[in-house]
Nanobody, 116 residues
Framework: QVQLVESGGGLVQPGGSLRLSCAASGSIFRINAMGWFRQGPGKQRELVAVIIISDETTNYADSVKGRFTISRDNAKNTVSLQMNSLKPEDTAIYYC?????????WGQGTQVTVSS
């Protein structure tokens, strides 16, 4: 079993910043990828950012490039998402996801609201 717990969501004004973190615990013996998804009101869940562990490459949704940065702490099995210059359209529930030994695991989600 793999458990993922997110933290760091909240309410922020447009232009502000937030940092999300996700801690993994349980049977973690081979992480293939770590990433963040989000689901806005009335929208489908979408990929925000991902790290491919084998070569440390990162990929971002076009809508967040230059504003969001994904990073990981291998020793602590955590992945973080630094979000800057937030916009109202970034409002969503953000989900941490990890692929461990080929299986996807999800956190419970954390709400991010960008509003004045």
């Amino acid at each position: 079993q793999v458990q993922l717990v997110e933290s760091g969501g909240g309410l922020v004004q447009p232009g502000g910043s937030l940092r999300l973190s996700c801690a993994a615990s349980g049977s973690i013996f081979r992480i293939n990828a770590m990433g963040w998804f989000r689901q806005g009101p009335g929208k489908q869940r979408e990929l925000v950012a991902v790290i491919i562990i084998s070569d440390e490459t990162t990929n971002y949704a076009d809508s967040v490039k230059g504003r969001f940065t994904i990073s990981r702490d291998n020793a602590k099995n955590t992945v973080s998402l630094q979000m800057n210059s937030l916009k109202p359209e970034d409002t969503a529930i953000y989900y941490c996801s990890m692929v461990v030994a080929g299986r996807s695991h999800w956190g419970q989600g954390t709400q991010v609201t960008v509003s004045s």
